[in-house]
């Protein structure tokens, strides 16, 4: 595939070819590039910015992978986006765009909150019941947008978004409503949840979470369905080619409801893990845009499990670190933003020149009789 | 009145290089001169085969051809739209060169697609002044281009009413627009692709009068089209294409339907395969009065009726859009039945889903290899078992099992002689001839008591086809039903043992394949009447 550009003002032309087929190395190094092309960025702007780089990013170092209590905040924040970022990423396979993380997440917990607060469930059963409930929320919600594209051909990312909305505000009212905690009726939160529905804390002295086994189980979980089930092969045929999908005898309505529902299911998990790992009870901003964020882990990820776990965790990283920066009294807090959106960017852009060969040829004369 | 002196000063300027041209010899330069144009497609499809003619200004040109033969790639390469392999184009003594559909606009070449480039919620007078060149009007509003649109559809007979919404429009009308946008942006060659396939005959005959004012007045026309009648009524000369080849230019004026037939189906048969004579069986595929209809609620497939026996090739010929592709979408289950019976081995299916289908034994390998019968970018293997992955040894205890369909996939690679460096390779990067023989590998591994066949050998080189066709006829002999649908004559005469002939969705003629007349044929498929 050989495409070529002319500007006309400049006496080059341009062409460029797809390269199919990345060698592994190229993969790894695409992001290590940006990585450290972002640093090098970053630092010319904190410079400034009047700061002193090197410290800056001393404090990066320090609260990212400085200590045992920083790295496990870094995991805290990688369990919720590889957790998502797997979901999104299997419902894109199935060329599905299924931008309702957020809202997916919010349903889940809040149906883990309602479950958690039911005084009268036995307690083994929990925290079973909670994660059980939450995957159930989501999936449902989720699956709403699969039926409207698939039964009525409604364009899924409208569709998303708007149920976003809706979650985001239900959220909000159960907290001030239904779910308010009665003893303080001033604060928009729940109760918290009995001890017995909590993830259980991995080592004392931090907030890790077994939270941890959830990702690392969605993850696994993921790969086998995908690569090793029916169902995996047929997620991917009615995302690369519908038609002939539905012509090798695949329900392709079908298929793409239950995708969709298994993508909504893992966002609303994170509702859970939020709720019993971290939060313990239902507040506002529960998931912090872990939805949106986990549409850039996804396909960073390049929609593989691996792919996702790794993108997830440069994710939590990249979130913890940033903040970090942030409790340097000299540099501008904005600043951090900054840093995150481009090393996002050249992330992504690096990813996408490496799958290019560009050629540059000097033009030559015109031909043409005019 | 300065704008006006310039633009006359700029015609002369260009009468002059015209005639320095005439001067230096080049006087048989024609108004448009397409020179050894050649196109290649992804998965091996020659589409255009060193393609040269040329246009005389104020001509009427109809480019004739049977559906696949190269008429809309070549437009669509004099618009821009694709950019030729080899070859080059002269447009009034210009060489086009990176030639694009803003350069083709620029240069006076309007095109009215197949299906119409206008957006629907847009008025009439949005939708031309859409794309204008520069220097646009600033206002959407504008009356200044309102009066123009108002000058042209006087000049030409072309009622059109800027301000109604296109979706309000009958296709008709939205045709005219069409029209008028290329006249507005002042095209000197208009190209007309298929321009008749969604009028009524009344619209028709309305559309010619325009076409011929236009070129009285000096436009040339590219009139495309596969309908003899109608190229015999509005042209001036007639140039047909097959298989991506000229085969030749006549006046109209001596043109007969019999001699236009002739030339694009073609008389020669380059493949010569032994059909021995076979019994034929039981009954495999009864259909009856079955019709069916295109998503805009278009009936489409009107009643149609046939048997399929074992041991027998029934060909379906006919020219594209008359039927045919409906027809197999409806016995696969693609789209549904609104009337009628489909019979398979005993058993009425005309209700089941496309798995309940192929499940009763129905194979089908579709006509649009690359969009319906593989998924490119899955692995040869692993479309292999595109209609059987589920099953055993496939999967087992609800796992798959990659060594059984790699270990299949190797079987029949050998077995149907698949050209690829290994089963792992993604089916977008084989040639099309090994993707259909991929498709017949798989629909055959399933083993089927039907096989329809649409366009098994459309756009592949000989050998493939010779492949395909012999395996077709090893299919037959194994004592299956295979329903064949084909635009290509030959291979509807080659192969079949019976033919029926659809056009506007009915069957016209059904006949045993012995000693057919070819011109009869022709004839009965672009819908002419016999005596």
């Given at each position: 595939m050989l495409k070529k550009f002319e500007i006309?003002?400049?006496?080059i032309s341009v062409s460029v070819e797809k390269v199919t087929d990345l060698s592994p190395l190229k993969k790894i190094l695409s992001p290590l590039i940006a990585l450290i092309l972002g640093l090098l960025i970053g630092a010319i702007l904190i410079l400034l910015a009047g700061s002193n780089p090197l410290l800056g990013y001393q404090a990066l170092y320090e609260g990212t992978f400085g200590s045992l209590d920083s790295f496990t905040e870094v995991l805290i924040k990688a369990i919720p986006l590889v957790i998502v970022g797997m979901g999104i990423a299997i419902a894109f396979q199935a060329?599905?765009?299924?931008?309702?993380g957020e809202g997916q997440i919010l349903m889940g917990a809040i149906m883990a909150t309602w479950i958690g607060t039911m005084?009268?469930?036995?307690a083994p059963l929990m925290l079973p019941l909670i994660l059980l409930g939450s995957f159930v929320a989501g999936c449902l919600w989720g699956s709403i947008a699969g039926i409207f594209k698939s039964k009525?051909?409604?364009n899924e990312v409208i569709v998303t978004i708007m149920l976003n909305y809706v979650a985001i505000y239900l959220q909000i009212y159960m907290v001030r409503g239904p779910l308010i905690d009665k003893s303080m009726p001033f604060w928009p939160m729940s109760e918290y949840l009995p001890s017995y529905a909590f993830l259980p804390?991995?080592?004392?002295?931090?907030?890790?979470?077994?939270g941890l086994f959830l990702a690392i189980g969605v993850i696994i979980s993921a790969w086998i369905i995908l690569y090793h089930l029916p169902f995996g092969y047929k997620i991917q045929a009615i995302g690369l080619n519908p038609s002939a999908a539905q012509y090798g005898g695949i329900n392709v309505g079908w298929t793409l409801i239950l995708t969709v529902g298994l993508s909504g299911g893992l966002a609303g998990l994170v509702g859970a893990n939020e709720i019993?790992?971290?939060?313990h009870r239902l507040l506002d901003?529960?998931?912090?845009?872990y939805g949106y964020t986990a549409i850039v882990v996804a396909v960073l990820g390049h929609l593989k499990p691996l792919g996702v776990l790794i993108a997830g965790f440069f994710f939590g990283a990249l979130i913890v670190g940033a903040d970090s920066i942030k409790q340097?009294?000299?540099?501008?807090?904005a600043l951090v933003l900054v840093f995150q959106g481009m090393i996002l960017i050249l992330v992504l852009v690096i990813d996408v020149l490496f799958h290019y060969h560009i050629h540059v040829v000097r033009k030559k004369e015109k031909g043409e009789s005019t | 009145m300065g704008k006006q002196l310039d633009k006359m000063l700029e015609r002369i300027n260009k009468n002059e290089v015209m005639n320095t041209y005439r001067k230096h010899?080049?006087?048989?330069?024609?108004y448009l001169e397409i020179c050894e144009v050649t196109k290649h497609f992804p998965g091996?499809?020659?589409?255009?085969?060193?393609i040269s003619l040329s246009v005389e200004k104020g001509e009427i040109r109809a480019i004739l051809g049977?559906?696949?033969?190269g008429k809309t790639t070549l437009m669509n390469i004099l618009y821009g739209l694709y950019q030729p392999d080899k070859g080059k184009m002269i447009l009034d003594g210009k060489v086009l060169q990176g030639h694009t559909p803003q350069k083709a606009l620029n240069l006076g070449i309007g095109m009215v697609h197949q299906n119409f480039?206008?957006?629907?919620?847009?008025?009439v007078l949005e939708n031309i002044l859409v794309?204008?060149?520069?220097?646009?009007?600033?206002?959407?509003?504008s009356t200044r281009v309102e009066k123009r649109i108002r000058e042209l559809s006087r000049k030409y007979n072309l009622p059109v009413d800027?301000?109604?919404?296109i979706s309000d429009l009958s296709v008709g009308e939205q045709q005219r627009v069409e029209i008028v946008k290329a006249l507005y942006r002042d095209a000197q060659l208009i190209i007309l692709d298929?321009?008749?396939?969604?009028?009524?005959p009344q619209e028709v005959e309305v559309l010619f009068k325009v076409l011929k004012e236009m070129a009285a007045q000096g436009k040339t026309i590219l009139f495309i089209s596969h309908k003899l009648k109608e190229v015999c009524s509005i042209s001036d000369r007639i140039t047909v294409l097959r298989a991506g080849k000229v085969i030749g230019t006549i006046p109209t004026s001596e043109a007969t339907h019999h001699k236009l037939a002739d030339m694009m189906v073609g008389?020669?048969?380059?493949l010569k395969l032994e059909r021995p004579t076979c019994p034929s069986g039981k009954i495999v595929l009864k259909v009856s009065e079955l019709s069916a209809c295109k998503s805009r609620g278009v009936?489409?497939?009107?009643?149609v009726s046939f048997v399929v026996r074992e041991g027998e090739i029934l060909g379906v010929a006919g020219?594209?859009?008359?039927?045919q592709l409906e027809l197999a979408e409806v016995l696969t289950g693609l789209i549904p039945a609104t009337r009628g019976k489909i019979i398979l081995s005993g058993k009425?299916?005309?209700?089941?889903l496309p798995r309940g289908r192929i499940d009763a034994g129905l194979a089908y390998i579709p006509g649009d290899r690359l969009r319906w019968g593989c998924?490119?970018?899955?692995?040869v293997a692993n479309n292999l078992v595109?209609?059987?992955?589920?099953k055993d040894p496939f999967t087992i205890h609800g796992l798959l099992q990659p060594q059984k369909i790699v270990g299949s996939a190797q079987r029949l690679i050998r077995e149907f002689d698949i050209r690829t460096?290994?089963?792992?390779?993604?089916?977008?990067?084989?040639s099309g001839g090994n993707i259909q023989k991929m498709i017949l590998a798989r629909e055959m591994s399933l083993g089927p008591s039907i096989l329809l066949a649409a366009q098994?050998?459309?756009?592949?080189?000989i050998a493939a086809t010779e492949y395909i066709w012999q395996r077709l006829l090893q299919t037959r002999e194994e004592k299956k039903g295979v329903l064949l649908i084909s635009e290509d004559l030959e291979e509807i005469l080659t192969l079949s043992d019976r033919i029926i002939v659809m056009y506007e969705g009915r069957i016209r003629k059904e006949m045993p394949?012995?000693?057919?007349?070819i011109n009869k044929l022709g004839l009965l498929m672009a819908g002419a009447e016999i005596g």
């Open positions: 006309s003002f400049l006496p060329s599905f765009w299924n931008i309702g005084k009268f469930l036995p009525f051909g409604l804390r991995l080592l004392s002295t931090t907030r890790l979470h077994a019993c790992g971290v939060h901003n529960i998931s912090a845009g340097m009294a000299t540099t501008p807090a | 010899g080049t006087s048989s330069m024609a091996g499809v020659v589409a255009l085969d060193h049977e559906n696949g033969a480039m206008l957006v629907e919620a847009f008025t794309g204008l060149p520069p220097p646009q009007p600033l206002l959407l509003t800027c301000q109604a919404r298929e321009p008749t396939a969604v009028l009524t008389k020669e048969v380059i009936e489409v497939l009107k009643g020219v594209s859009g008359n039927g009425d299916i005309t209700g089941s998924i490119p970018d899955f692995s595109l209609k059987s992955f589920w460096p290994s089963s792992k390779v993604e089916v977008k990067k084989l098994p050998s459309r756009g592949l080189d394949n012995e000693n057919v007349d």
